[in-house]
């Protein structure tokens, strides 16, 4: 089955989202075994310690892109950077108790499952526009401000339905409710507005 423009352009952003979370589940993976390979008694600790301020600062900046981008299919653990901001040095998270190394290591593995849950809901979306189902993405571009088939009001159009809804609220209770019913109809006949 030949896919349509739309249906195509759909592919390709997912391909794209597919591709950036694989990229970064890659480094919160290399993360780990800098932190994991510090201890053993044969490490190059300066090495490592270099390498590690590396992969903290491309998963800064990948976290960003990637939250941008995927929008609404972004479901990665929200403590994913207090960890990797909380680890400073390698030399800092091994001076802690072994109590806080462990925590860091569990945080790391909740955060890795959530990764690899978010990778499977973009490569099952993937897999189904490949076979011609409609999928709904959000544009991902930066500052694009929504395209891609909708998604999102602006603010104004969210203040408009607000008010409109608290004014068809107010006549329901006007119109449901008994006593709120005869204040605002005494209201209008006081003012003339009704007889």
């Known amino acids: 089955m030949a ?4 249906q195509l352009k759909t592919l390709q952003t997912l391909e794209r989202r597919v591709e950036l979370c694989r990229e970064f589940m890659n480094d919160w993976l290399l993360f780990n075994q800098i932190l994991s390979a510090y201890p053993k008694a044969d490490s190059n600790k300066a090495q490592l310690e270099s390498q590690f301020l590396k992969i903290k600062s491309k998963l800064a900046r990948e976290h960003r892109v ?3 981008t995927l929008q609404a299919d972004y479901g990665i653990d929200g403590n994913l950077m207090n ?3 909380g680890a400073t040095s390698l030399e800092n998270i091994y001076a802690q108790s072994e109590v806080s190394i462990k925590k ?7 955060a890795f499952i959530s990764i690899n849950e978010t990778l499977g809901l973009l490569d099952d979306k993937r897999t189904r526009a490949e076979a011609g189902e409609k999928i709904f993405v959000m544009d991902g571009s930066v500052g694009g401000g929504g395209g891609g088939g909708g998604g999102g009001m602006s603010a104004g159009t969210k203040k408009n339905l607000m ?3 608290v004014i068809i609220a107010i006549l329901a209770a006007m119109m449901l409710i008994p006593p709120i019913r005869e204040m605002y109809l005494g209201a209008f006949r006081q003012f003339g507005i009704l007889k």
């Open 163 to 165: 008010i409109v809804a």
């Open 104 to 110: 860091l290591q569990t945080e790391w593995h909740r």
């Open 83 to 85: 960890i990797v901001s």
């Open 66 to 68: 990637l939250k941008d």
């Open 3 to 6: 896919l349509n423009k739309k």
